[in-house]
Nanobody, 115 residues
């Protein structure tokens, strides 16, 4: 079975930083891309950042310049460094892995930005 496990997150003040990590394991032979979505109550799930195995990155406009996604292909891990956090960044952050014809999802981890 494929497992996608997130770590990090928590409570941080506006302007602070957090680092999220995600590890994929199990019957995954190759990974095309890994990334992070987020979902807040009353809002649709949105793509925050994604990185392909070739290093191509995509960021939501709202996080460009503040968040940085990185990947270690040999370890099937991805990290999201979040700086200059804002109140609107509060959400459940969900790691996703694209492999073959399937997308695999973690359970999500809470990030709360509050003063």
């Amino acid at each position: 079975q494929v497992h996608v496990v997130e770590s990090g997150g928590g409570l941080v003040q506006p302007g602070g930083s957090l680092r999220l990590s995600c590890a994929a394991s199990g019957s995954i032979f190759s990974i095309y891309a890994m990334g992070w979505y987020r979902q807040a109550p009353g809002k649709e799930r949105e793509l925050v950042a994604r990185i392909t195995s070739g290093g191509k990155t995509n960021y939501a406009d709202s996080v460009k310049g503040r968040f940085t996604i990185s990947r270690d292909n040999s370890k099937n891990t991805v990290s999201l460094q979040m700086n200059s956090l804002k109140l609107d960044d509060t959400a459940v952050y969900i790691c996703t892995v694209r492999s073959g014809v399937y997308d695999y999802w973690g359970q999500g981890i809470q990030v709360t930005v509050s003063s």
